[in-house]
């Protein structure tokens, strides 16, 4: 079972840190997407990093501001988000699968954890 967590209210230019934990299975061996789904909108792709850490993706909207890494000790893995917008307010989403390196399609995952509400407002 995967939960993201993490989330909540931020003003626009802050930072929060989201966590993707596991119980059940070992993260390492997962490639770890994150996604976001904001109200009336198709979910998106916006992060993913590798089972071995050494490859990370991002999506244009958040390139430069968003960073993946990995706990491989605690079985964790995150998203540090930096330079918040309004724009960025969603349900955030870390998704797992070990078929694919590193990919921001929402096809691509075949386990999902429950989001983590993040809202970015003054």
């Known amino acids: 079972q995967l939960q993201a967590s993490g989330g909540g209210l931020v003003q626009p230019g802050g930072s929060l840190r989201l966590s993707c934990a596991a119980s059940?299975?070992?993260?390492?061996?997962?490639?770890i997407g994150w996604f976001r789904q904001a109200p009336g909108k198709e979910r998106e792709g916006i992060s993913c990093?590798?089972?071995?850490?050494?490859?990370?993706i991002y999506a244009d909207s958040v390139k430069g501001r968003f960073t993946g890494s990995r706990d491989y000790a605690k079985n964790t893995v995150s998203l540090q988000m930096n330079s918040l917008k309004p724009e960025d307010t969603a349900v955030y989403y870390c998704?797992?699968?070990?078929?694919?390196?590193?990919?921001?399609?929402?096809?691509?995952?075949?386990?999902w954890g429950q989001g983590t509400l993040v809202t970015v407002s003054s």
């Open positions: 998704a797992a699968d070990t078929t694919v390196v590193c990919s921001l399609r929402v096809s691509r995952y075949t386990y």
């Open positions: 059940g299975f070992t993260l390492g061996h997962y490639t």
């Open positions: 990093i590798s089972s071995t850490g050494d490859i990370t």
